[in-house]
């Protein structure tokens, strides 16, 4: 079991910046970690996703350019920049881990196995 924990999200208006911090618990290596985000009333959407054996990384359309993905392996530990936010990037965020890297790039929520608890980020405008 894989376990882990999100920190990082907050309150920032319109045109600011965040960095979220997942830290793996009990962590396996060579597997697709990521992030995730769900808002109120909408489905569940990758947003970015890194595999960590070669660092490939993956963005949803709507994120490229101005989110970042990356890993610190001796921390286990994989965070996501988070530049010129909108008020559209307002969701609950998700650290994902465990899927293989085939599916790593499609960012598919059901082909990761391990959740992290959640993390609120907010864009005010």
């Known amino acids: 079991q894989v376990q882990l924990v999100e920190s990082g999200g907050g309150s920032v208006q319109a045109g600011g910046a965040l960095r979220l911090s997942c830290a793996a618990k009990?962590?396996?290596?060579?597997?697709?970690m990521g992030w995730f985000r769900q808002a109120p009333g909408k489905e569940r959407e990758g947003v970015a996703t890194?595999?960590?054996?070669?660092?490939?990384?993956y963005y949803a359309d709507s994120v490229k350019g101005r989110f970042t993905i990356s890993q610190k392996d001796a921390e286990n530990t994989v965070y996501l920049q988070m530049n010129s936010l909108i008020p559209e990037d307002t969701a609950m965020y998700y650290c994902?881990?465990?899927?293989?890297?085939?599916?790593?790039?499609?960012?598919?929520?059901?082909?990761?196995?391990?959740w992290g608890q959640g993390t609120q980020v907010t864009v005010s405008s």
């Open positions: 994902t881990a465990g899927g293989d890297w085939y599916s790593c790039g499609l960012l598919r929520p059901a082909d990761s196995p391990y």
């Open positions: 009990r962590y396996y290596t060579d597997n697709c």
């Open positions: 890194i595999y960590t054996h070669g660092g490939a990384t």
